[in-house]
């Protein structure tokens, strides 16, 4: 009797364990940030805008420069004035410059010009497609007095499938940026 027990025992226990086992579908990680809401920032430097409440503005090394910091993302973008004192064209070119050279890694390069007149807010947005260092860079200016620029680095190696969550909802933040740009 305790031979037959036994028997049945294993018997069930070579059966229950000839099934393969099927292996799980990689999962991937799902970015999830909270829907915007914007602050508003004024500069000593005759300009403010509106920026997202996700992330915060820090005084950068020179006077009128900051940093947006999305400490969550490992981003920051970086933005710089400078006055125009009848050099409109360098400032522009040296914006464009800094954008072409990402052409060794980008695999496209979107621009957008966009003009507020009413508010003598005027620029081109420049959306890196690619392993790029930079994947947003923007310039503002009123075409006389003042230029702005931005461009938006993460602190990790450039891998676009991995970034494009954070680079998307920081595009739409820089654009709400740009909209409520303005000049004092």
């Not at 996700?54 to 969550?72: L, T």
């Not at 710089?80 to 072409?100: A, C, G, I, R």
């Not at 050279?101 to 621009?111: L, P, Y």
């Not at 954070?166 to 654009?175: C, W």
Request: aromatic share 16%; proline share 7%.
């Amino acid at each position: 009797m305790f031979k037959k027990l036994a028997f049945t025992f294993l018997g069930l226990a070579v059966l229950s364990c000839a099934k393969e086992t099927q292996p799980k579908p990689s999962g991937e990680l799902r970015l999830e940030y909270p829907a915007p809401t914007y602050s508003k920032f004024s500069s000593p430097c005759n300009f403010g805008f509106e920026y997202s409440t996700f992330a915060k503005i820090e005084d950068a090394k020179n006077p009128c420069w900051y940093y947006i910091d999305y400490p969550k993302m490992k981003a920051k973008v970086f933005i710089t004035y400078f006055p125009v004192n009848n050099d409109l064209d360098l400032h522009v070119k040296e914006s464009e410059k800094m954008v072409y050279e990402h052409t060794i890694k980008a695999s496209s390069i979107d621009t957008k010009t966009f003009s507020y007149p009413e508010r003598k807010v005027f620029g081109n947005f420049y959306e890196l497609k690619g392993p790029s260092a930079s994947n947003l860079q923007f310039f503002v200016t009123d075409s006389t007095k003042h230029y702005v620029t931005a461009n938006l680095y993460f602190n990790s190696r450039p891998k676009p499938d991995s970034l494009a969550p954070a680079v998307d909802y920081i595009k739409k933040d820089l654009l709400h940026l740009i909209d409520t740009f303005e000049w004092k």
